[in-house]
């Protein structure tokens, strides 16, 4: 039978949390162990974890301090809790934020993804975020799979290496698959609703950090600013292009190190140059 482990990080998410952890309950095929990392929350965040692992006997639940050092993104607690090692009995790991939602046939469609295609690696859902009284979807790339609701195949997750700590976690393990051979997919008729749109709580800070991401990553400067232009009319108008620009060349006027390893950069750029180009790329 189908085992998976599933992890997630949650920071003051008393309004969200509940709703993932009612989406995971009403799975078909529910996770062998969930682990969900209370990341120093000052709300009931704490309590409503605790509460649920009473109920559910899959839930595993851990509580950090609040006045520790804390990565961007939650990717710093997710290795720490999750090694290589305590993955290898199941045959997926699924990654989710505290902040998403989704119907009862959400494991069952990727997994069924996963059984159509021996090759792939990492698999998402299509995310649908608030507007309004809407409901919007957010378009991406076929081969991007988005941060707040990943599956992985036990091979991939073992071949990639542990999630990185740092912005831009969620391309660069998708780069590192593909570099491998692994497929990447995000699936249209597969959806999660990501409650907390991306960005919201940051403002223009989001946009700055996408850029200095980018940078971290590796990304070629010249598809950095097809980019940027790109996104020049995308929220906040008119800056949004800017901002990442700046956020990126920050990057090389401070000297930040890059999260990627050189062959890695290379293997990026690679498949940047041959969209931008339009030729063939998985890049697409």
Not at 161 to 189: P, Q
Not at 203 to 221: I, T
Request: charged share 25%; aromatic share 10%.
């Amino acid at each position: 039978m189908t085992k998976y482990i599933a992890i997630t990080p949650a920071r003051d998410e008393e309004k969200f949390l509940p709703l993932l952890i009612g989406s995971m309950a009403a799975q078909n095929l529910k996770p062998d162990r969930w682990i969900i990392i209370d990341d120093g929350s000052v709300d009931a965040t704490a309590a409503i974890l605790d509460e649920a692992a009473r109920t559910y006997s899959w839930i595993e639940p851990h509580h950090l301090p609040r006045n520790r050092p804390r990565a961007p993104g939650g990717e710093c607690v997710t290795s720490q809790f999750l090694p290589h090692a305590a993955c290898q009995e199941y045959d997926y790991v699924v990654r989710l934020d505290a902040d998403v939602s989704f119907e009862d046939g959400f494991i069952d469609l990727l997994l069924e993804e996963f059984a159509r295609d021996p090759k792939l690696g990492i698999a998402s859902p299509t995310l649908y975020e608030p507007k309004g009284a809407d409901w919007v979807e957010i378009r991406q790339p076929e081969y991007h799979t988005r941060g707040p609701a990943k599956m992985y195949s036990l091979a991939c997750f073992t071949a990639i290496g542990e999630l990185d700590s740092d912005v831009g976690w969620d391309t660069l393990d998708e780069a590192r698959a593909m570099m491998l051979g692994f497929r990447t997919r995000a699936f249209r008729h597969i959806t999660a609703r990501h409650l907390r749109p991306q960005g919201e709580a940051s403002g223009w800070k989001a946009r700055m950090m996408a850029g200095l991401a980018a940078y971290r990553v590796g990304y070629s400067p010249l598809f950095m600013i097809a980019r940027a232009a790109r996104h020049t009319f995308s929220t906040p108008f008119p800056f949004s292009g800017a901002l990442m620009l700046a956020g990126f060349l920050n990057g090389y006027i401070r000297g930040e190190p890059r999260c990627a390893e050189p062959e890695l950069v290379r293997f990026i750029r690679r498949l940047q140059h041959r969209r931008l180009f339009l030729q063939e790329s998985l890049w697409r």
